[in-house]
């Protein structure tokens, strides 16, 4: 059985860190596959850290032709049973042929961006929702496939290096720093809990927007922003809490990480961590873009360490049933297979 994978996603992103880590465990799965990114010398690297070769590509505008040209060629040569293209450009350029071509969906994407595609693959029971609704996707060609997350052992980084004392509560936010995750909300709360210190790790076009807006809260002395990590297990380790204030999010692999790493989650109530996320029992919800909301959350996880326990456990006891690498690999290897007729 054949797999062709391609994906052209953006320079870093919580899709492209679970593509990378689906294709790892596919291949130590032992599934012959091909791989296809666009061009980006650190997935490249980590790709073949895994021993896998990946092709670079373009994977540009409407007038790049040479993709799928390239894309062409490649498929005639390696004979996919079975091509899965992550999102919307991958699968705009992905020419038709004698496989299954399954699309890959990490958001509420527009369903005729995937019409061309014969089955179609969500994240979460609701993006699949969204497709049968939306798009008229039939139930036995619309799959919900969940991503999964990494538990690698860690151990946590020395919090002296960045200037954060060892006994203050510890929050983490790791994703883009775009509007959509909402960094300017969770600021402004952290200015309402004094003995709070925040890491953000991540990287996108409002960073300088936001280190302003730090610096005009004056949490300067207690707000780190650590660019783009691949650390992340360590990251989680290190810090208390894991926040995610996102004004609207899909779903939210850093959930997942979270709980991996048995770390409570605080979430802002968009649509993936509220389907996934049981105010009180596996983490906190609070309304999005509500700021007291979110500092009295804060507050309330700092003062309970009973309550920090009972959430991580059950969010990580949810990890060890649904989302390990192990999990979710044996799901695309069956999904593979009966996609291939095997």
């Known amino acids: 059985m054949r ?32 791989v296809v990114i666009r061009q980006n010398a650190k997935r490249a690297a980590a790709l073949r850290e ?54 890959w969906l990490g958001g509420y994407y527009k369903p005729r961006n995937f019409r061309h595609c014969h089955h179609v693959v969500g994240v979460t029971p609701g993006i699949v929702s969204h497709l049968r609704q939306k798009g008229g996707w039939p139930e036995e060609r619309s799959h919900y496939i969940p991503t999964l997350a990494v538990c690698e052992p860690a151990d946590p980084l020395d919090r002296a290096e960045f200037e954060t004392p060892d006994d203050a509560p510890l929050l983490i936010a790791l994703g883009r ?3 959509q995750k909402g960094y300017d909300i969770l600021l402004k709360a952290v200015a309402e809990v004094p003995e709070a210190y925040l890491w953000i790790a991540g990287e996108g076009p409002l960073r300088g927007m936001f280190e302003r807006l730090s610096d005009k809260l004056g949490l300067a002395p207690r707000v780190r922003f650590l660019g783009w990590r691949s650390d992340r297990e360590a990251l989680l380790k290190t810090a208390d809490i894991c926040v995610m204030p996102s004004r609207y999010d899909s779903f939210g692999n850093v959930m997942v990480e979270a709980w991996a790493q048995n770390r409570p989650v605080i979430a802002a109530a968009a649509a993936g961590p509220r389907g996934r996320i049981e105010d ?30 009972r959430i991580a456990a059950a969010g990580r006891e949810i990890y060890q049933g649904e989302y390990t690498k192990e999990a979710v690999v ?7 297979a009966k996609l291939a007729g095997r």
């Not at 689906?22 to 091909?34: C, I, N, Q, T, V």
């Not at 007038?63 to 705009?92: C, H, N, Y």
């Not at 044996?330 to 593979?336: I, K, N, T, V």
């Open 177 to 179: 720093l775009h509007v």
């Open 280 to 309: 009180g029992k596996n983490g906190l919800l609070v309304p999005i873009e509500d700021v007291g909301a979110l500092a009295d959350a804060i507050r309330r996880l700092i003062g309970d360490g009973a309550l920090r326990t």
């Open 50 to 103: 895994a021993g896998i070769d990946p092709i670079e590509l373009t994977f540009g505008g409407y007038f790049d032709f040479i993709t799928r040209g390239a894309l062409t060629l490649e498929i005639s040569a390696f004979k996919p049973d079975v091509v899965q293209t992550w999102m919307s450009r991958a699968t705009r350029h992905m020419p038709r042929g004698s496989f299954v071509h399954v699309g």
């Open 3 to 34: 797999v062709l994978q391609a994906i052209a996603g953006a320079d870093v992103g919580g899709a492209e860190t679970y593509f990378v880590d689906l294709m790892k465990g596919l291949h130590e799965a032992g599934l012959e596959l091909e």
């Open 330 to 336: 044996a799901r695309y290897l069956e999904f593979f």
